[in-house]
């Protein structure tokens, strides 16, 4: 199906509606959005993050927050089903998710069912704004390979695909490096699993390396602006695989020698060191390491700059900007950068959650709907 078309040139998306039943704490939940801004206000614990989670998993298949989706489900019940009416310039896709406790989640779009969860391509993107995200720059490099990787699943199915597999064969070649096979066995199985890593990996790599070239353009101009021209960030791709200037085939390569290069180490302790599985991504304001020297209002504003930096590369990609969840960081952010956000909400629809209306000052003149959740029921005010 041609899912984007063009309409007087410009291309929209929205989602026209929610609905939850037995979705953490929602026992039943039927709304309609705003096409524009949509604000939901509660108290702490009554349900703010669990909607954006709920739009999040429409969108990408999965929650930003676990891996285990028995958690998404209600405590007291065996079923949970989140429903999304999605409008892309005209065209309308229903996306339904249903869990269960005793089965793998299924997926409908349009009242078909996908086979295949990685087939999911819902044509819904979104980008959330969690104070969560904050570790991207504080924690380790993990933090920094699952912003990558969830962010390029997004625009880049196949990625999703290759990075299971990458993960498999990783998984397959560090049980072999600790099983008690003869040393010759091990040695000529190995060969076959590195030939394999390297080639998955080096898919991996190069789609990283595309992606954060993009990124750290579009970061340090917007960190520039938001920063009044005082600060420049800059993101570096660290590989442990040598990267620079080299075609697909040559990396493949390089990896191939580093695996066999790295072979006694990697059998004396059971584990592979040489992969993307080890990458991060360097993060530095005026030179200096963020992750050490950045005070806490400067990270924010390195992640507010990555995740706007986001948003711009799904508009190249899709000519669409995604749907925009900022979940209670908005009060969080000084005077200077909530007007510089507040200036980019009216490009897409957004979904904005906070305890009080408190700091949403500069929001006063948008369009928008404001919802009050009270422990996981929503009422529509304005
Ligand atoms: P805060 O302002 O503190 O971030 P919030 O409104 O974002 O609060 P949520 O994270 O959405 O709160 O969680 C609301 C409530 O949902 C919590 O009290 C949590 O215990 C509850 N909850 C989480 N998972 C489930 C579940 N599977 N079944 C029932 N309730 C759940
Ligand atoms: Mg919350």
């Not at 920094?144 to 498999?168: A, G, H, M, T």
């Not at 340090?220 to 920063?227: A, M, Q, Y």
Request: aromatic share 8%; charged share 30%; proline share 2%.
């Amino acid at each position: 199906m041609v899912w984007e078309i063009y309409l007087n040139g410009v291309l929209y998306l929205n989602i026209e509606s929610i609905k939850l039943i037995n979705f953490r704490n929602y026992r039943s939940l039927d709304i309609n959005l705003n096409k524009n801004m949509n604000i939901f206000i509660g108290k702490n614990a009554q349900g703010k993050t669990n909607l954006l989670e709920s739009v999040y998993i429409c969108a990408t298949g999965n929650s930003f927050r676990t891996n285990r989706d028995k958690e998404l489900i209600n405590f007291h019940r065996n079923e949970a089903y989140i429903g999304a009416n999605v409008d892309l310039n005209g065209i309308k896709r229903f996306i339904e998710i249903k869990l269960d406790r005793n089965r793998p989640k299924r997926i409908r779009i349009n009242k078909s069912e996908l086979d295949n969860l990685k087939e999911l391509n819902s044509g819904l993107n979104v980008v959330v704004f969690s104070p969560e995200d904050l570790r991207i720059v504080k924690d380790g490099p993990f933090e920094r390979r699952n912003f990558l990787d969830s962010s390029i699943s997004q625009i880049r199915p196949v990625y999703k695909y290759n990075l299971s597999k990458y993960n498999k064969i990783l998984y397959q070649r560090n049980n072999l490096l600790k099983s008690n096979k003869s040393k010759s066995e091990i040695l000529s199985l190995l060969e076959v699993f590195d030939l394999q890593l390297a080639k998955t990996g080096t898919e991996i790599i190069l789609a990283r390396k595309e992606f954060l070239d993009k990124l750290s353009n579009e970061t340090e101009n917007i960190h520039k602006k938001l920063t009044f021209e005082n600060e420049s960030l800059n993101l570096d791709y660290i590989s442990n695989v040598n990267t620079l200037n080299y075609t697909k085939a040559q990396i493949e390569e390089r990896f191939f020698k580093a695996l066999k290069y790295s072979m006694k180490k990697d059998l004396a302790i059971g584990n592979t060191e040489i992969g993307p599985h080890r990458d991060d991504v360097g993060i530095k304001i005026n030179g200096l390491d963020a992750r050490t020297f950045a005070s806490q209002g400067q990270q924010r504003t390195v992640v507010l700059s990555i995740k706007l930096a986001q948003m711009e590369i799904i508009y190249m990609e899709k000519e669409v900007y995604p749907i925009l969840l900022l979940d209670d960081v908005f009060s969080e952010l000084d005077r200077e950068r909530r007007k510089y956000l507040s200036k980019s909400l009216s490009k897409m629809q957004t979904i904005i959650t906070s305890t009080d209306l408190l700091g949403l000052e500069d929001l006063e003149n948008m369009d928008k709907s404001i919802f009050y959740i009270d422990e996981g029921k929503i009422m529509h005010k304005e």
